[in-house]
Nanobody, 115 residues
Framework: QVQLVESGGGLVQPGGSLRLSCAAS????????MGWYRQAPGKQRELVAR???????TYADSVKDRFTISRDNAIKMVYLQMNNMKPEDTAVYYC?????????WGQGTQVTVSS
């Protein structure tokens, strides 16, 4: 059974930084593409960043040069380093794991950017 557990969310001021973590279990982690999505109130869930099993990365235009996704296959973790954060980054952030067309979601962690 796939389990994805996010942590690291919270309240941060504009211009500040947060690092989200996602602990995976129940999967052969190194085979999976991992991603972070977010959903703001009243909006659709959107891709923030994705990292393939080979380490190639994809970012939403809105977070390029501010956010960095990384993974540690040895401990089955994926991270999202968020710098120079903006109020529009406020959302629930979800960890996502996908392999062979099948995906699983974490429960989400709230990130709020506000002064």
């Amino acid at each position: 059974q796939v389990q994805l557990v996010e942590s690291g969310g919270g309240l941060v001021q504009p211009g500040g930084s947060l690092r989200l973590s996602c602990a995976a279990s129940g999967i052969i982690f190194r085979f999976y593409t991992m991603g972070w999505y977010r959903q703001a109130p009243g909006k659709q869930r959107e891709l923030v960043a994705r990292i393939s099993n080979s380490g190639s990365t994809t970012y939403a235009d809105s977070v390029k040069d501010r956010f960095t996704i990384s993974r540690d296959n040895a401990i089955k973790m994926v991270y999202l380093q968020m710098n120079n954060m903006k109020p529009e980054d406020t959302a629930v952030y979800y960890c996502y794991a996908a392999d062979l067309g099948l995906g699983s979601w974490g429960q989400g962690t709230q990130v709020t950017v506000s002064s």
